[in-house]
């Protein structure tokens, strides 16, 4: 090798170095930007602004000790005596439509309590996604879903003092438990039916995002126990975990809220997702 060719190459590594040493400048600059600013929405009561800053510093300082402290007394406190049917906010994720404006908080209904535990459902289908690509299995434990749900959506709709606080949970199909325990999951037909009496119980919007992103919606008539048609916004078909009648299908709800236990194939794409799990109201503590 040349000696300008080394000397090129020489040159090009030190300023390499040079350009990350100034990252790492720059990046502790805006750290300690961020976390003024958070301290200072903190002391002017803007407790979510700073939730949202001390969250984003990773652990910069004391961040996630006040981040900590802002979730128990703003989050946990407010849903400490909550009950079944009871409606929750935990997480954000996108909804209306409009990145621009940032995530929405994630209203959750209150299925079950069991002590300091709550089993939640989202109120809205919050994204569309097929349950497992074309050729795959109808098996929860193998679908796409139940992966995204675990590692991508746990990650971007929740932070650390939220992720902490959701509970590893077994699942059972028929009486009989998963392998292995999920954080996140979809109901199954039993939980559907233990929870939700009638069709009208089942159905569900869609949000904005959720429709843009293929979620199928329609105006399907939705009637009472009483045979009574009730008036409802368009509603979305969503997915449950269980496995349809036939190869390759898994169940849904329609959406006039009946189950449709033939099942939707598994790369169906207008199925909407509807989150579902144990949030432990004592963790941290």
Known sequence: MSKPVKAAIVLAVAAAAVIAVIAVIMSGQNRDAD???????????DLDGAYVLFC????YEDSAEY???IFTETKIESVRFAEEGDIITFGRYE??????????EIKWLILE???????VLSVYALDSMVFDSPGGS????????RRWLNRSFLLFAFYGPEQKRIEETLLYENGTPYEETDGIFLLSVEEVNRY????ADRTCEATDYAAASGAHTDESKVYDKYGHT?????????????????????VSIYSNGMINADGNMIDDAYRAVRPAMWIDLSAGE
């Open 35 to 45: 976390y003024k600013k958070a301290l200072d929405l903190y002391k002017e009561g």
């Open 56 to 59: 984003g510093l990773d652990g």
């Open 67 to 69: 981040a900590e402290k």
């Open 95 to 104: 909804q209306d439509n409009d990145l621009s404006n940032g995530p929405e």
């Open 113 to 119: 309590r069991r002590g300091e535990s709550v089993l």
């Open 138 to 145: 109808n098996s929860w434990t193998d679908s796409s879903v």
């Open 196 to 199: 939700f009496k009638e069709n």
């Open 230 to 250: 009730v008036e409802a916004p368009p509603r979305c078909h969503w997915w449950l975990r269980s496995a349809g009648k036939t190869a390759g299908t898994v």
